[in-house]
T-cell receptor, first 114, second 114 residues
């Protein structure tokens, strides 16, 4: 596609449930990043993929958070046993070799945990 | 560790006023510096960037100069327009590990009134 897409755009869930958030990067972009934007913490880095591997998972806030990427394209961020403090906008960005060091962001998924 | 400190808002200006949003950074290596903008209802977009000391990034009338001696990357525009109303984020990436994950400031909301 022309840009980074994310789904769903909004997700409301109950505390304790698991959620999956999806990111479709720009075709051909090898690097993919997940960030979280919340009122209390601002914009924070979660995890980075180069191809299908995640050399940097340092930003994941707890072991309830995991992510994978398959085929060097689509990525899924999974949050298990959601808590109210997980409520935030989850942003995905991709980066390609043609514009190195320039990340293109998706519209985000707004997660609300009740 | 790496961090960005950004002037807190909100900032309200009249059309055609001069804009400065201050940004300073702390980094262990030689970071690249960015300004991202988030217009109402839209995703994050790269506004401008600078990759080494004394570089000036510019776009849409906005400018910022990478000042290593003062560890700053202040955003300026000589004459703002109503359409510039948005949230502006200063950010850095520090390619120490091969990843370009971004460290963001807290964001500054700009409102331009006619």
């Amino acid at each position: 596609g022309a840009g980074v897409s994310q789904s769903p755009s909004n997700k409301v869930t109950e505390k304790g449930k698991d959620v999956e958030l999806r990111c479709d990067p720009i075709s051909g972009h090898t690097a993919l990043y997940w960030y979280r934007q919340s009122l209390g913490q601002g914009l924070e880095f979660l995890i980075y993929f180069q191809g299908n591997s995640a050399p940097d998972k340092s930003g994941l806030p707890s072991d309830r958070f995991s992510a994978e990427r398959t085929g060097g394209s689509v990525s899924t961020l999974t949050i298990q046993r959601t808590q109210q403090e997980d409520s935030a906008v989850y942003l995905c960005a991709s980066e390609g070799q043609e514009k190195y060091n320039e990340q293109f962001f998706g519209p985000g998924t707004r997660l609300t945990v009740l | 560790g790496d961090s960005v400190t950004q002037m807190e808002g909100p900032v309200t200006l009249s059309e055609e006023a001069f804009l400065t949003i201050n940004c300073t950074y702390t980094a262990t290596g030689y970071p690249s510096l960015f300004w991202y903008v988030q217009y109402p209802g839209e995703g994050l977009q790269l506004l401008l960037k600078a990759t080494k000391a004394d570089d000036k990034g510019s776009n849409k009338g906005f400018e910022a100069t990478y000042r290593k001696e003062t560890t700053s990357f202040h955003l300026e525009k000589g004459s703002v327009q109503v359409s510039d109303s948005a949230v502006y984020f200063c950010a850095l990436s520090d390619d120490q590990t091969g990843a370009n994950n971004l460290f963001f400031g807290t964001g500054t909301r700009l409102t331009v009134i006619p």
